[in-house]
């Protein structure tokens, strides 16, 4: 194994971005485009479970979740490969964290923003952009906007360096997730000029890290490369078939099937959109 690890996989994300406000805040800062003014100052996080309201209504986990000395929330995700759901559930996760927030006699006006960002390390719109903006928009006016969820997916897989001085931050933190990885044994010098980059370097350094966690690090490489095979040619043709006809039964054959190759129930759960306690039951 080389010296750095994927800072892309669920152990070293969250290492980096769900333990370090000032890497967050800088990695907020880097990829939302706040207007002049708005930069977050700095943020605490919040529990990455999400609870229903009701036991009847489903629990969800995200990567990263923070919040802003302003009360503006912060979903943050790392999604290795792009499944037609994805973006059901992105949805639905910041609008249960803007629901949230109220409680009986809540003055409206005071609900704060909440901004959803998701990594994809896939292909998952159609075109060359890697960066994604989604607001709730007028069709015909698109510039008249209903402020309140802001939920923006880049895709790794097409991003390219742009050597803007404006965006230079971008750059480096799209840099250090597509470039360091396992195989990484010298990183390039613009990385290494960064203090947040550095400083999130060291943290996904081989060498940082038990032969307990790195054993977790290795069963999630095996889990996605099983998930890869699995997602892919005609048995992720089928299981988008089976998505868009609603197909509860073909959803769950696949769910079985892959409980059967040994991928965790909780990545199970998020490629079919299926309870845990289903999964279990299968």
Request: charged letters at 30%.
């Amino acid at each position: 194994m080389g010296k750095y690890l994927d800072p892309r996989f669920d152990l070293t994300f969250k290492n980096v971005f769900g333990k370090h406000k000032d890497l967050v805040t800088s990695f907020l800062n880097a990829l939302i485009p706040f207007k002049k003014g708005e930069e977050i100052k700095e943020v605490e996080y919040l529990q990455p479970e999400m609870l229903p309201e009701t036991p009847l209504r489903k629990n969800t986990i995200v990567d990263v979740r923070c919040k802003d000395s302003n009360g503006r929330q912060f979903i943050v995700e790392m999604q290795m490969y792009w499944t037609s759901e994805f973006k059901q559930r992105v949805l639905f996760n910041a609008s249960k964290a803007y629901v949230s927030q109220a409680t009986k006699g809540f003055d409206y006006n005071k609900l704060a923003p909440i901004y959803s960002l998701n990594l994809v390390n896939d292909n998952a719109f159609d075109g060359r952009k890697f960066y994604h903006q989604f607001q709730v928009a007028e069709k015909d006016h698109p510039d008249n906007v209903i402020e309140g969820l802001e939920l923006i997916f880049i895709e790794l897989t097409k991003f390219k360096p742009q050597n803007k001085s404006d965006k230079k931050m971008m750059d480096l933190w799209l840099r250090f997730l597509t470039e360091v990885n396992d195989s990484t044994t010298e990183v390039p010098q613009e990385l290494m000029e960064s203090p947040e980059i550095r400083k999130a370097l060291k943290i996904v350094e081989h060498g940082a890290y038990t032969e307990e966690q790195l054993s977790a690090y290795d069963h999630f490489y095996d889990m996605i490369a099983t998930e890869h095979t699995l997602l892919s040619g005609t048995f992720r043709s089928g299981v988008e078939q089976g998505r868009a006809e609603g197909e509860a039964i073909g959803i769950q054959k696949t769910a079985k099937k892959m409980k059967e190759e040994g991928i965790d129930v909780k990545t199970i759960s998020k490629l079919t959109d299926l309870p845990i306690e289903e999964i279990e039951k299968l």
